[in-house]
């Protein structure tokens, strides 16, 4: 794995976690009118049993091929065969009421159906390792695979069993812990906690995100990367951003390796980096916002921001999240964009 990750150029490109899924494999308009799903959504597939199954593996090849295409370094499966980021695994440990699900309070602030938490929260069985075995045998450069980190998931769900949302972030983190360390077994190069809801819920992140973070990593050999953002550019319909992050600099001192920020559409202030001196840093250098296509040059000025407050040894290009929102066209225009952006830095920094 070391090896991979060390062959990588400077200035690797990544994908942030989703890619558009085809038409044919989902109902691409029902998913874009509602907000991403935290229960299952199985009625938005357009297809059933081992047909779908099939299909989900020839849609994630089209993706993994895109990527290569594109010039895109460390691979990840697209999130082809899930509903959203985050449902999936949520919904299957034990300890949730499939049949009964609770509401929570999503970051737009709407209502939204959730997993019930109403036992133990236990993983009885691997959830993507048979992803990872598939990915990993499909293709020889680096690749990671994305999960819901501990923080969030205990967020999107309605609690009916723990004394309280710290002990319940701290038994998701020990199911995620049985994952990644599998994940990475099966060959995976990087695992990635996605923690939107640090950035939504800065005071409750404060209080016990870090440790439940560190628990899901405990003890784990691989790359590990943490992505926090302001939410969808598609769900919070081209609304004003911060320009920077509520929680951010505590993740300085997390066992996560690499960090990975939205930047573009907010148009962060990159100065915060400096606030980061031990992470790697994946920087959304794509805006999700705008259907139209950024040049190469644009990509590379945002490269070139970043580079003003930290060395490029650490930097990875990406965009920022929710790419699964455009059409396959532009996700694949964008993404070459941003490759043929990092490489035009990658050149300045030789001279």
């Known amino acids: 794995m070391a090896s991979r990750f060390s062959s990588l150029p400077q200035i690797p490109t990544a994908i942030v976690g989703s890619y558009p899924q085809p038409d044919w494999l989902i109902d691409r308009q029902r998913l874009g009118e509602r907000l991403p799903p935290r ?51 949520a919904n299957a440990l034990d300890g949730i009421d499939i049949d009964n699900p609770g509401t929570a309070i999503d970051r737009t602030g709407a209502e939204n159906p959730v997993p019930r938490v109403t036992g133990a929260i236990r993983r009885a069985r691997s959830i993507e390792v048979d992803e990872a075995r598939e990915l990993r045998a499909r293709t020889d450069e680096v690749i990671k695979i994305t999960l819901p980190g501990p923080f969030t998931l205990t967020q999107q769900a309605q609690n009916d069993h723990y004394p309280d949302e710290a002990s319940l972030a701290m038994a998701y983190a020990e199911a995620l812990n049985e994952e990644i360390r599998e994940l990475f077994a099966a060959g995976i190069d990087i695992v990635q906690l996605d923690e939107p809801y640090l950035q939504a819920r800065p005071d409750a992140a404060r209080e016990y995100a870090i440790p439940a973070i560190d628990r899901a990593l405990e003890g784990t050999d691989g790359l590990s990367a943490l992505h926090i953002c302001f939410g969808y550019a598609h769900v919070h319909r081209g609304a004003a951003k911060p320009g920077g992050y509520a929680f951010l600099p505590e993740l300085n001192v997390s066992r996560v390796d690499i960090i990975s920020i939205e930047a573009a559409q907010p148009d962060l202030d990159p100065s915060i980096l400096r606030k980061l001196p031990d992470k790697r840093i994946m920087y959304g250098v794509l805006d999700l916002n705008d259907p139209e296509v950024e040049t190469a040059e644009q990509v590379a000025a945002r490269l070139r921001e970043a580079l003003d407050h930290m060395d490029a040894e650490r930097l990875i290009a990406a965009p920022d999240c929710g790419m699964k929102y455009h059409s396959r066209e532009n996700a694949f225009a964008m993404l070459a964009a941003m490759a043929e952006g990092a490489a035009l830095v990658r050149e300045e920094l030789k001279q």
């Open 39 to 89: 229960t299952r959504a199985d009625e938005l597939w357009r297809l059933e049993g081992e047909d779908l199954a099939e299909a989900q593996d020839a849609a994630t090849m089209l993706a993994i091929g895109d990527q290569k295409a594109a010039g895109i370094d460390i691979l990840g499966d697209g999130e082809i065969r899930r509903e959203s980021y985050s449902n999936r695994l």
